[in-house]
């Protein structure tokens, strides 16, 4: 139940669907493609697919986030929730606590694939939702790490 009235946007995090993408994929991937991987696959299944008309949950997702953009106690919760996310992610990759250069790298590589997933959640704003988000997440992480780091979503 919502605590207050940035709990109502910010319900329902794709935070555990993501991390379980992360967790079922192959630890012999680079980071990029794990968490980049799991984040287009998470943007595909919470915009209902491949679809030409926009669904009811992709249409709540993009309203959602253009009040997230237009309200400033909603991006602070925002910034908090992605935090949270990091978090979730790099516990999942699973790499070894003890190690500190596997945390960092860790750390670093979903830290980027999430700034790469957040230009992408902007660009979708902007333009009312007409391109698909995994497909924009897909060209944002290209842009940032190359082709080879999203070879196997790549549509073009």
Known sequence: MPKCKEDLVLIDQPAQLIAERVAASSATQPLVRRVGG?????????????????????????????????????????????????QAIVDALGDDATDPDAAFRAQAATSACMAAMHTALTRWTEDDGHTKLPDLITRALAASFGDDAVATYRKD
Do not use: K
């Open 38 to 86: 799991a984040l287009i696959d998470a943007a595909t299944a919470l915009t209902g697919g491949n679809g030409d008309e926009p669904g009811a949950n992709e249409r709540f997702l993009l309203d959602c986030l253009r009040l997230m953009v237009s309200t400033p106690a909603l991006r602070a919760r925002h910034l908090d929730s992605q935090y949270a996310l990091q």
